[in-house]
């Protein structure tokens, strides 16, 4: 039997009951934490949790290996992640693959940042467009999909949910300062008016799931050299405002209350 289980948003604390049942019960626990982690809490805690060893994966034993599958055949084996498991489109094609195979699986699923961003901005959740995601750039690689995304749903009147790159095998998580200066360096390349600029309304988060969240609202330019803290962050591009949200965005997120004379 094979299980994928997801850890939550921030520590040891966010896996699920059914999940800890799970990873307690189970033969043999792999992990992989190169798509995501969880920054408050260490690997021995989440050992101690559930009783046993967990063997860390590298990027290839997952997604060009997946010997915890062919071990699945014989034993009970579950593989862990931050998040919710079925996120990553990687982990999809581990539910492919027992398919194929006849092994069966299960899959517990933890808090999301697609579903906990969103709630913590304040904002409501129909609407939301296109997620789009910064990259960190390199050589010859400095795509202008996200902010054409950003765009896209602007003129929809949608709000957007902007992830920031992880390389968590290099230690490397991008942060609100540098997703919004990727944002301006598009913008200033452009050769036409681009819907988002330096006085454009973004909300900053960081370190959704634990005490110490940080959500603040305003302009780009207010907001590139605010200080968020530790990762992991994410921005939200508003769009039309409703009333209840720009009060929350002022309440709650330090907006200028200015910002209700335009709802």
């Known amino acids: 039997m094979f299980y994928l289980v997801g850890l939550g948003l921030f520590d040891e604390k966010d896996i699920s009951l059914k999940g800890l049942e799970c990873l307690r019960s189970v033969d043999k ?33 997952v997604e060009e290996e997946s010997k915890f599958i062919e071990e699945a055949r014989t034993k009970n084996v579950a593989l862990i992640t931050g998040g919710d498991p079925l996120i990553a489109t990687t982990h999809s094609d581990f539910l492919v693959q027992c398919s194929k195979k006849g092994i069966e699986y299960e899959v517990i699923h933890g808090s999301s940042i697609l579903s906990s961003a969103p709630a913590i901005s304040g904002l409501q959740g129909y609407k939301f467009g296109k997620v789009t995601t910064i990259p960190f750039p390199d050589y010859n690689f400095y795509p202008k999909s996200p902010y054409e995304a950003i765009e896209e749903n602007l003129r929809m009147d949608l709000h957007t949910l902007v992830l920031l790159d992880i390389q968590a095998h290099n230690d490397r998580y991008m942060t609100v300062n540098q997703g919004l200066e990727y944002l301006m360096n598009i913008h200033d390349t452009l050769n036409r008016e681009g819907l988002v600029d ?66």
């Open 29 to 61: 626990i792999y992990a992989e934490f190169f798509t995501s982690r969880l920054f408050g809490s260490s690997f021995e805690a989440i050992e101690d949790l559930v009783g046993q060893k967990i063997e860390v994966l590298v990027r290839g034993e």
């Open 198 to 263: 330096e006085n454009t309304l973004a909300m900053g988060i960081a370190r959704v799931g634990s005490k110490n969240v940080c959500v603040k609202a305003g302009a780009i330019k207010e907001l590139i050299d605010f200080d968020f803290g530790g990762p992991l962050h994410c921005i939200v591009i508003p769009s039309k405002l409703h009333i209840v949200e720009a009060e929350y965005l002022v309440e709650i997120a330090g907006a200028n209350p200015k910002l209700l004379d335009d709802v």
